[in-house]
């Protein structure tokens, strides 16, 4: 049990659907990322929210829209994705956003498996 | 830019030991930490290294050479439940932050 949940666990969607990933942390973090995983590729850093507040977007697509109502809750919005997109879209939550200390390690969710046909 | 390298995959077997390497280019160098991902699960925290020197948790150890821009995981008495792939990430002040930079990942196979 990590303290951070994600749903869905797998989506197929087509190209002009628009859905949503949810992720909650129950640790009392107050940072929380989204990444995405291809296989043989590095993690990627998508999204950083500290205190409900974005702090990092590296380059991302418009067609991915983050939401952060909360500091124990984060959304990403699709919109008109590409099959690239396919991939594990993971989320991670630490106790503060950029600090040097092993208390700023990230907890991972469990991912969504996202196909795009 | 900052690079990570470290081998896309290793075997080895139940009970013995390996070890996974890491080396990174950076600037503003803080940690290296590792983390393991079994297949269909969340990557989990293993261990962080700031300072050089060996660090032990059980049956898994983190080196790093700071020098050498170089560290690695050392897995003992291996186990079936090990095989999974384990990343390496550097922590460093590049871009005005310090959240880790990840390797491409090493799939650990263990052979009973």
Known sequence: ETGVTQTPRHLVMGMTNKKSLKCEQHLGHNAMYWYKQSAKKPLELMFVYSLEERVENNSVPSRFSPECPNSSHLFLHLHTLQPEDSALYLCASSQDWGGRGQENEQFFGPGTRLTVL | ?112
């Open chain 2, 1 to 112: 830019g900052q690079s990570l390298e470290q081998p896309s995959e290793v075997t080895a077997v139940e009970g013995a030991i390996v070890q996974i390497n890491c080396t990174y280019q950076t600037s503003g160098f803080y940690g290296l930490s590792w983390y393991q991902q079994h297949d269909g699960g969340a990557p989990t925290f293993l261990s962080y290294n700031a300072l050089d020197g060996l660090e032990e948790t059980g049956r898994f150890s983190s080196f790093l050479s700071r020098s050498d821009s170089y560290g690695y995981l050392l897995l003992q008495e291996l186990q079936m439940k090990d095989s999974a792939s384990y990343f390496c990430a550097v922590r460093s002040a590049s871009g005005g932050s310090y959240i880790p930079t990840f390797g491409r990942g090493t799939s650990l196979i263990v052979h009973p």
